[in-house]
């Protein structure tokens, strides 16, 4: 009996050793091929590159798009013979042409077949009920100039990080043109056109030189005639619905804003730290373009338009439309800020993308429930047709008008649809995580769990929250400000506010 | 430490305070309500300067330099979640509403929000009353949704009366808010007491059998257990003028009764969703059965029950008040400290038996506050039964000494 | 765990690999003494919730370092209780299927 339970236990105690033996050896395999291969890829990650990270290297644009190539983008619903937009669709353009009015001696009153301007008459004809807001905008601009400077203490170094971009934005680059776009487009070219070896390798280099030039996503398209404004040229007195004929493509390119004082939309936020990255880049795309030998027109933020850049954006592919109008994109969401080139290069064009955001929007609303100024449509799905296109119903005005409101130093802006927004997350891991999933599950299961806790776990202020603390709010914020925005950390100021909005949680 | 007979008489102090502190929450509360209808209307008016009424459910609004009224606040109300929802709708004089405003809602703050959130009220503003209106519903808050619907609509006639000269309310009859749900509460009630009789061999079976239906039927499909707010519902009569959803009542109504006549709980250990939950995990996690005799356990619920009743009853609002983690559980309503109790007791569930019914559950000190006064109650009885029967004793006493004097 | 450190991050990584080493051979030695009779899909099952485990409480932790402190919380009672009970249930499974030793 000894001798069996000896037996038995060397054998049980050999074919443990076995295991651990034969264990240990893959395991060890698999460290060194670890090891290797990590190391390899440490050595070509861009984020090594000081000064020129990620960004520059084309990384940011990370979602493999082929797999969701479309025909034509599924937000964009053609009901109808598309029109072209007029300029009096241009919210700025009725707004700047009001106040010159208004300083030109005219008193506004609710009365919309008074306004002096046929063009924007022409617009409140067809939306009457906006042109309340418009007024409203006006007095409550005027409360908003008398209240600002009051809260200076507390939004000091907010105002101080705008103002930069601000300045840089207002500077003269790219020049805005002032001649015939048949000149203007080509003011840069000093030489022959260089011929590329195929349109394919034209776009190749093209989309490079964006990111080399600090873009994050960009994408090419046919400049589509159905999205060019009618009557408006810069540089031009006066414009009919003319094309230019050099004007064959378009490069539309953009950045994020920051993240974290974006998240703090209203009074912490700006469009100008993006706006002005973009503008830049269009500049030197368009010299680029220029040295090469190619007519080349920046469009660029603020207000440097001879198109309409969202729908452009999504025929490049590079994202689709939302509940509030704007491009929305799978790696950053709806906090991208466009610029493009118009160019008479040869190329070729990027494919639509179908990531099924439609079905997102219509059960997500997250927007539509926190718009302080009630702008955004709380439809499920898309209940107005503006110029043959479906879409969901906007308020520009309404939008407008709580700009004025809001606790920016030049009440412009307020991009809380956009802070929001469950796409726009950072990209670590559980966010690239569920953005890579999302799109590819069939079932719909991934975007209700995501819904379900999107709509339950996350603590969102109240539309009215908001507002400034003159017009019914308490300056809510979906995020509270970072550190380096919040003036106590280092101004002498005596902290007379609470904060209200998402912070650590401890 | 303390003689039984002195525990015994601070118990019957605390019973009483506890009625009386009641009672006052209640009085209180009565003061507290401005019933000033005609103030809050006032401030309804848009356009108009003067506000007169008409009749109780109508007012309209004068203006200085117009003859005809400029317009008119119509008042309505609707059988909510926990009582009456108020609506007032002003309309102008040709018949558009203008404005939506709620009076007064006794539902739960976070089902009207979802409601007044959503874009109900906004769809009606500039509706014309002349043709009927369509009102959306909000999915996940329906009773709250038709409690406000109802009102609307009812404010909305008043208006419409006066204006155009017809109603479009149909005389509904007093609509039936009685629902399968409940037959089957009262059907599941008998069989938890026959269960709970019987000393038949397969008991426990039968037990778990009406403990997992429970749970799945009140508990995750329609999260209709009772809760201290449906106490407070309760003691506080706003059930008198209906309400939306009446099974959590009937089951708390009949726990009440059988306990009274039969000195029993049989709720607990057979019905209760959240209990039937605590036993699933306790079986999962092989959880230990605890003793917990402390003082603390015993008196700490019981105060914390009586405060919620009170303020329930102050505020005239019971549905507001509870502090239980059936909401999270089955519904994922409630705060943030909410959740944390409801993850910490889902949690000890695993290792301790029924955690929350040994520590906070408030349907302990009802249990034991009626069976308390049951108890004294008969002791009263049987002691002036006992009274009676002695001074019976004493008179049939003295007639048999009387008639043995006599016969002697 | 340092991901802006060239050094520390991948120094983490490789000694978190490690650990898992022992955790995997700690269980092993548990288990055997509690004669589960575990194999290789048993110790899919067990990995793939230890797996899962990790992975919640870390993303609760992103979302908590994502100044999402709400959501942070809430995924962490939500998902983590879910897991626990899973947890639980799995543990039981694991008993009832014990080989009966002759």
């Given at each position: 009996m000894k001798d069996d339970a000896q037996i038995g236990d060397e054998a049980t105690n050999s074919s443990r050793r076995n295991f651990l033996k034969l264990g240990g050896i893959a395991a060890a395999t698999a460290t060194v091929g670890a090891g290797a291969g990590a190391g390899f890829v440490l050595g070509r990650?861009?984020?090594?590159?000081?000064?020129?990270?990620r960004t520059e290297a084309g990384?940011?644009?990370?979602?493999?798009r082929e797999a969701f190539e479309?025909?034509?983008?599924?937000?964009?619903?053609?009901?109808?013979?598309i029109e072209r937009p007029e300029w009096g669709d241009y919210l700025f353009n009725r707004a700047f042409s009001l106040v010159k009015s208004i300083k030109g001696g005219w008193v506004p009153s609710?009365?919309?077949?008074?306004?002096?301007d046929l063009r924007v008459r022409e617009y409140y004809a067809k939306y009457p009920k906006r042109w309340e807001e418009m007024l409203l905008s006006f007095s409550e601009k005027v409360k908003h100039d008398n209240n600002i400077e009051k809260h200076r203490d507390r939004f000091a170094l907010a105002w101080a990080y705008s103002g930069a971009y601000s300045k840089g934005l207002h500077a003269d680059f790219p020049p805005e043109p002032t001649e015939h776009p048949d000149v203007a487009d080509f003011k840069?070219?000093?030489r022959e056109p260089k011929e590329f070896k195929s349109p394919k390798h034209a776009s190749k280099l093209i989309k490079q030189m964006a990111f080399k030039f600090g873009m994050s996503m960009v994408g090419i398209t046919k400049?589509?005639?159905?999205?060019v404004f009618k009557n408006m040229m810069r540089g031009m007195p006066e414009w009919g619905d003319e094309i230019p004929k050099h004007w064959k493509n378009i490069i539309v390119f953009g950045v994020p804003m920051n993240w974290d004082p974006m998240y703090a939309a209203?009074?912490?936020?700006?469009s100008y730290d993006a706006y002005y990255r973009a503008k830049m880049a269009s500049g030197l795309m368009a010299a680029y373009l220029g040295e090469l030998g190619y007519a080349a027109r920046p469009q660029f933020p603020g207000n440097s338009y001879e198109v309409i850049m969202p729908p452009l954006a999504m025929l490049a592919g590079l994202g689709e439309s939302t509940r509030n109008g704007i491009l929305m994109t799978p790696e950053v969401g709806p906090n991208i800020r466009l610029a493009a080139v118009i160019t008479n290069l040869d190329l070729e064009h990027d494919k639509p993308i179908d990531l099924n955001m439609k079905h997102f929007c219509e059960s997500c609303k997250i927007c539509a429930d926190a718009c302080p100024s009630g702008s955004?449509?709380?439809?499920?799905?898309?209940?107005d047709v503006v110029r043959g296109v479906r879409k969901y119903a906007f308020n520009q005005d309404g939008c407008w008008r709580f700009w004025n409101q809001g606790p920016t130093p030049s009440g412009l802006g307020c991009r809380v649809c956009i802070a929001v927004?469950?796409?726009?997350?950072?990209?670590?891991w559980i966010h690239a995580l569920v953005k890579q999933a999302e799109p590819r599950d069939p079932t719909g299961v991934t975007r209700n769990a995501l819904l379900a806790m999107q709509h339950n776990f996350f603590y969102y202020p109240d539309a009215?929250?908001?507002?400034p603390e003159w017009s019914?709010?308490?300056?809510?914020?979906y995020h509270q400000p970072p550190e380096w925005m919040r003036s106590e950390e280092y101004l002498k100021?005596?902290?007379t506010w609470e904060y209200d909005g998402n912070w650590e949680g401890f | 430490m303390y003689s039984k007979k002195r525990i015994d008489f601070w118990k019957k102090v605390a019973s009483l305070v506890s009625v009386s502190l009641l009672l006052l929450a209640w009085y209180c509360g009565s003061i507290r309500i401005?019933?000033?209808?005609s103030d809050m209307v006032d401030q309804?008016?848009?356009?108009?300067?003067l506000l007169t009424q008409i009749h109780p459910r109508l007012y309209q609004g004068t203006s200085a330099?117009?003859?005809?009224?400029?317009e008119f606040i119509g008042l309505g109300s609707g059988i909510g979640y926990g009582g009456i929802t108020e609506v007032a709708v002003t309309v102008s004089s040709?018949?558009?509403?203008?404005r939506v405003a709620v009076?007064?809602?006794?539902?739960t703050s976070s089902y009207l929000d979802k409601v007044l959130q959503s874009n109900l009220m906004e769809k009606i503003l500039?509706?014309?009353?002349?043709v009927s209106l369509e009102i959306d519903g909000v999915s996940g808050a329906t009773v709250s949704t038709n409690a406000l619907t109802d009102a609307i609509k009812q404010a909305a006639d008043s208006v419409r009366v006066q204006v155009?000269?017809?109603?479009?309310?149909?005389?509904?009859?007093?609509?039936?808010?009685?629902?399968w749900l409940d037959l089957m509460a009262i059907a599941m009630f008998t069989m938890a007491i026959l269960v709970n009789k019987t000393r038949h061999r397969k008991k426990s079976m039968f037990n778990w059998a009406i403990l997992l239906s429970s749970m799945c039927v009140?508990?995750?499909?329609?999260?209709?257990l009772f809760s201290s707010s449906t106490m407070g519902i309760l003691i506080s009569g706003a059930w008198f003028s209906g309400l939306g959803n009446y099974t959590s009542l009937i089951l708390l109504s009949l726990v009440i009764l059988y306990i009274i006549v039969?000195?029993?709980?049989v709720y607990c250990t057979s019905l209760c969703p959240f209990g039937a939950t605590q036993e699933c995990l306790a079986k999962l996690g092989n959880a230990k059965t605890t003793s917990l005799t402390n003082f603390f356990f015993e008196w700490f619920p019981r105060g914390l029950l009586l405060t919620t009743l009170c303020l329930g009853l102050y505020f005239r609002n019971?549905?507001?008040?509870s502090y239980e983690p059936f909401g999270i559980m089955f519904?994922?309503?409630?705060s943030i400290y909410l959740f944390v109790l409801t993850v910490l007791a889902i949690v000890t569930s695993l290792v301790v038996k029924r955690p929350w019914c040994r520590t906070l559950c408030p349907m302990n000190p009802m249990t034991d506050f009626i069976r308390f006064n049951r108890q004294w109650f008969k002791s009263i009885l049987n002691k002036q039964r006992a009274k009676r029967e002695i001074m019976e004793a004493n008179q049939m006493a003295d007639v048999a000494v009387k008639s043995n004097e006599v016969s002697k | 765990m340092f991901p802006q450190s060239t050094l520390l991050d991948p120094l983490f990584w490789m000694v978190l690999g490690a650990i898992q080493v022992l955790v995997f051979t700690g269980a092993n030695q548990w288990a055997k003494e509690s004669q589960l009779g575990m194999n290789w899909w048993k110790w899919s099952v067990v990995g793939f919730w230890w797996l899962s485990f990790i992975l919640t409480i870390a993303g609760a932790f992103t979302l908590l370092g994502e100044n999402e402190g709400n959501a942070g919380w809430y995924v962490l009672g939500f998902v983590g209780t879910l897991l626990v009970i899973g947890g639980a249930a799995i543990l039981k499974v694991l008993v009832l299927l014990k080989p009966n030793h002759p």
């Open positions: 990650d861009p984020d090594a590159n000081i000064g020129w990270g990384k940011d644009m990370y979602f493999n479309v025909d034509f983008p599924p937000t964009m619903e053609v009901v109808g013979q609710e009365d919309w077949t008074q306004i002096p840069w070219v000093q400049l589509d005639s159905n999205f209203v009074g912490y936020s700006t955004i449509s709380k439809a499920d799905k898309p209940d927004c469950p796409y726009t997350r950072k990209n670590n009215e929250s908001f507002h019914g709010g308490n300056f809510a914020s100021v005596e902290k | 401005s019933d000033n209808q309804l008016l848009i356009n108009g300067e330099n117009e003859l005809s009224p400029v040709q018949g558009d509403i203008q009076l007064s809602s006794k539902d500039g509706e014309n009353i002349k155009f000269g017809f109603s479009m309310l149909e005389n509904e009859e007093p609509v039936s808010h009685f629902r009140f508990g995750f499909y329609s999260s209709s039969s000195n029993r709980n019971p549905a507001s008040f519904g994922m309503i409630g | -």
